[in-house]
């Protein structure tokens, strides 16, 4: 009524139907886009999550995760490209998505070692990495092999069989990239035989 540019909404669906939740959201999602408003809801209903743009999840008092939806969903896009997370579905991609953390690197940060403990999984959403081995036991000299950009992943082969890593990774320029720590990727190991399949053979092809 007022025009207001933040709007606080406490269950706003809690006892309407399906067609009435969706038309108080959508009236809502309204307001977002004509009026430029900010609305802050507090929900249970999953039934409406699809209309916000960021998700934050509290469990026990606690916030369990923090999640940009568009984000989210670009990563989901660029795992379900690759080979290792093809057979996954839509759920198991989202859930995984959730867990993985933002970094931001400038260029020429190293972000993986070779011979260090694998700890993380990596995707690149933005800038461009270099793949590099070392030529000398003493690591004093490497040698380029490959570079990744947008949409590539790296780290799993560490993780998979508990060798050090087995080539460094350096940013080539501003990067952005999202990791998956190691206690989480077991996890996803675990909740399917299938993408466990499927990574054991990426692992093995690199």
Known sequence: MNRPKLILADEPTAALDKKSSRDVVDMLKHLTREERATILMVTHDSRILDVADRIVNMVDGHIESDVSVNES????????????????????????????????????????????????FYVITAGKVDVHINVDREGRETKWVDDMSCGDFFGEKSLLTGEPRNASIITSEDSVLYSLDKEDFQAALNASDSFQDQLRKVAMGR
């Not at 969903?73 to 998505?97: D, G, Q, T, W, Y």
């Open 73 to 120: 969903l670009r990563l989901c896009e660029f795992l379900k490209k690759s080979s290792v997370f093809s057979n996954l579905s839509p759920n198991e991609l989202m859930h995984i998505a959730e867990k993985m953390k933002r970094e931001s690197h400038a260029a020429g940060e190293r972000v993986i070692r070779q011979g260090d403990e694998g700890d993380k």
